[in-house]
């Protein structure tokens, strides 16, 4: 499905971020922070794939970017985590099951109670009887076909400047990222997600040696880069002497989505999330579909809408919801439309608006996000002729030529920098990691030539390191949200990587700690520790 670029006064490249920590606990047959998948594959994933799928059957020409992070792949494809998965929706097929009898005689939840049951169904056969277990086959498939594009990131989406003062652990995560994206997607990358959008001037330079095209950078990146902008951010520029280009976030469209008093997400007919009957229902009749230990928790089955600030929610109606997602849709479209006449009128080139969101704030958060997705890609498609969807890949073909500028260091996080993943709830980490970035080097280059055991001592080091290194743990800890967990796994691969380095300097790895190791944090199975040995520091 070609599009025609030259028709239009501009474009929007709508980006989705696609990324979950890796959780992923063999040693017990329930584990309470797997849910954070099986919520997101219900919620998010096959709805947003469902919707995908409709509009390339439809023949509807759009586009979608779309970033897959190697943790999430990695545990989309694990056979023990599948059947979880499977295991999870069957439960909730029964818990709505039970929920259609329970209200039957109720009008205001009866109706819902049945949408329930339809979709979780609806998951149940997507998964095991069209995708046969494998959800990243299935965007892979889409990817080829034209309309959706993947993007990379780094390796366990660890927060890079933060890192910079070891340039070889920053290759490391780019480059296991990269090379994981062609192991599920079966093609280079062409563009990458920074985790967070944090990005440090020359960052680029381990972007290039990847053969990166182009990556996002919260708006002030652009608006305060080197020499100033002349486009603001909506162009693209040329980062330094390197090839490769930086796409800013618009702030207008970002609002719109984002904001809890100003975003669609906020409208008092949509779902209010907190309102479960995890926490709502008796705990007897609840208890087979919760954590077995009893803990209280999202079933994603929810009756009440947003209605509005008040602890007396109204029933939810989803039909009036998705009636008010496609007025919300084309709520954004005409508000594009306005803001690209604007933008054309005052450029000499056509300017390109950036949308990025986290993708689990499509169906998870904002229930009816995903269909406001759809409604947007139809209406953009046959409604109007200004504004045309695009991938960033695509605007660069046509537009090869752009200003070179210094982009400012920047995040997408709360106040903008590094705060949110250095602060007082989580800056002890820091020592330690770059203790474990000196060492995985070292030993890299000590060890250079190790084969059989010492190798794959060195390669699970590697795996520790990168783990411990994932930027979810510090932001979890700056929440204040599962504090325990993300402490806990920050120390437990800290703790892995000394004692398979202590071993290895001693000469006597313990070969069944080495593979109790690998069977747990099993990421990466190609990963090699030679990428540590580099000396390229500067």
């Not at 820091?430 to 280059?445: I, N, P, Q, S």
């Not at 390669?459 to 932001?475: P, T």
């Not at 204040?480 to 006597?508: I, P, W």
Request: aromatic content about 12%.
């Amino acid at each position: 499905m070609n599009i025609d670029l030259a028709s239009a006064k501009g474009y929007l490249a709508l980006v989705l971020h696609a990324h979950l920590p890796y959780v992923r606990h063999p040693e017990r047959e329930h584990f309470m922070e797997e849910n954070w998948l099986f919520e997101a594959i219900t919620e998010t994933y096959i709805p947003l794939l469902t919707i995908l799928q409709n509009l390339t059957n439809d023949r509807v020409p759009f586009r979608l970017t779309m970033s897959m992070t190697p943790p999430l792949c990695s545990m989309l494809a694990d056979p023990l985590l599948q059947r979880r998965y499977a295991r999870h929706i069957g439960l909730l097929i029964e818990l709505a099951e039970k929920e259609t009898v329970r209200t039957r005689n109720d009008p205001a939840f009866a109706q819902t109670a049945q949408m329930y049951l339809d979709r979780f169904r609806v998951c149940r056969r997507m998964f095991v009887d069209i995708c046969n277990y494998d959800l990243v086959a299935a965007f892979r498939r889409l990817q080829d076909a034209g309309s959706l594009e993947i993007i990379a990131c780094a390796a366990t989406h660890g927060y890079l400047p933060n890192m910079q003062a070891n340039p070889t652990a920053v290759r490391a995560q780019v480059h296991t990222g990269v090379e994981s994206y062609r192991s599920f997607f079966g093609r280079r990358p062409r563009g990458i997600w920074l985790p967070e959008c944090g990005y440090y001037p020359g960052l680029e330079e381990i972007l290039e040696e990847e053969r990166i095209r182009y990556f996002f950078t919260d708006t002030h990146g652009i608006l305060y880069a080197d020499p100033r902008p002349k486009y603001g951010i909506f162009a693209p520029v040329f980062c330094g002497n390197t090839g490769v280009a930086a796409f800013a976030r618009d702030v207008e469209s970002s609002k719109s989505v984002w904001s809890s008093k100003e975003g669609y997400p906020g409208d008092r007919d949509y779902r209010d999330f907190y309102r479960d009957i995890g926490f709502d229902l008796d705990m007897d009749y609840i208890r087979p579909y919760i954590d077995p230990a009893g803990i209280p928790m999202h079933t994603g089955i929810k009756y009440y809408r947003i209605t509005g600030k008040t602890k007396h929610k109204q029933p939810y109606d989803y039909r009036k919801a998705l009636r008010r997602a496609s007025v919300h849709a084309g709520n954004f479209m005409f508000n594009r439309e306005k803001q690209v006449e604007y933008l054309a009128s005052n450029m000499d080139r056509p300017p390109i608006i950036i949308a990025p969101y986290d993708a689990e704030l499509f169906g998870h958060w904002w229930y009816e996000g995903p269909y406001w997705i759809n409604h947007l890609m139809r209406k953009m498609a046959f409604e109007q002729n200004t504004v045309r969807l695009v991938t960033c890949a695509e605007y660069l073909d046509a537009h090869p030529l752009n200003q070179v500028c210094t982009p400012s260091f920047s995040s997408w996080g709360d106040k903008g920098y590094s705060e949110v993943w250095l602060a007082g709830g989580n800056d002890w980490i820091y020592r330690h990691l770059h203790r474990l970035e000196e060492k995985m080097c070292d030993a890299a280059r000590r060890f250079a030539g190790a084969r059989g055991l010492r190798a794959r001592v060195l390669n699970q080091m590697a795996r520790e390191l990168l783990l411990a290194q994932a930027s979810d743990w510090a932001f979890i800890m700056s929440t204040g949200t599962n504090v325990d967990y993300a402490v806990r796994r920050t120390k437990e691969h800290v703790a892995a990587f000394l004692r398979l380095h202590r071993e290895l300097l001693k000469g006597s790895p313990d070969e069944a700690f080495v593979s109790l190791c690998e069977s747990h944090d099993n990421i990466f199975p190609n990963i090699d520790f030679h990428m540590y040995a580099s000396s390229a520091d500067s």
